[in-house]
């Protein structure tokens, strides 16, 4: 059974940093990604880590995030700095298999807020 654990969020000040992990389980991945969704607003694609290619972000985390994974682990990770008011949101692990078939995590909330 594959399964999508994600941690690390929690309530941090602007400019902290926290750090999330997505825990993957039940299949070999190849693209992982995350994705976050604010209030009233559309999921949208945050930084993605095919598993052995390049990373890509959204321009509004460049600089800023920084995604990783460890394959061993079948662990993602997002380390995120310089947190803004707007990076509140869901965010959420997406996974790929050698299928290509998705599995999406149940989410973990960060709010930033002072």
């Known amino acids: 059974q594959v399964q999508l654990v994600e941690s690390g969020g929690g309530l941090v000040q602007p400019g902290g940093s926290l750090r999330l992990s997505c825990a993957a389980s039940?299949?070999?991945?190849?693209?992982m990604t995350w994705y976050r969704q604010a209030p009233g607003k559309q999921r949208e694609l945050v930084a993605a880590?095919?598993?052995?290619?390049?990373?890509t972000y959204a321009d509004s985390v460049k600089g800023r995030f920084t995604v990783s994974r460890d394959n061993a682990k079948n662990t993602m990770y997002l380390q995120m700095n310089s947190l803004k008011l707007e990076d509140t949101a869901v965010y959420y692990c997406?996974?790929?298999?050698?299928?290509?078939?998705?599995?999406w995590g149940q989410g973990t909330q960060v709010t930033v807020s002072s």
């Open positions: 880590i095919p598993r052995g290619g390049i990373t």
């Open positions: 997406n996974a790929a298999n050698i299928f290509n078939r998705e599995y």
């Open positions: 039940g299949s070999i991945f190849n693209a």
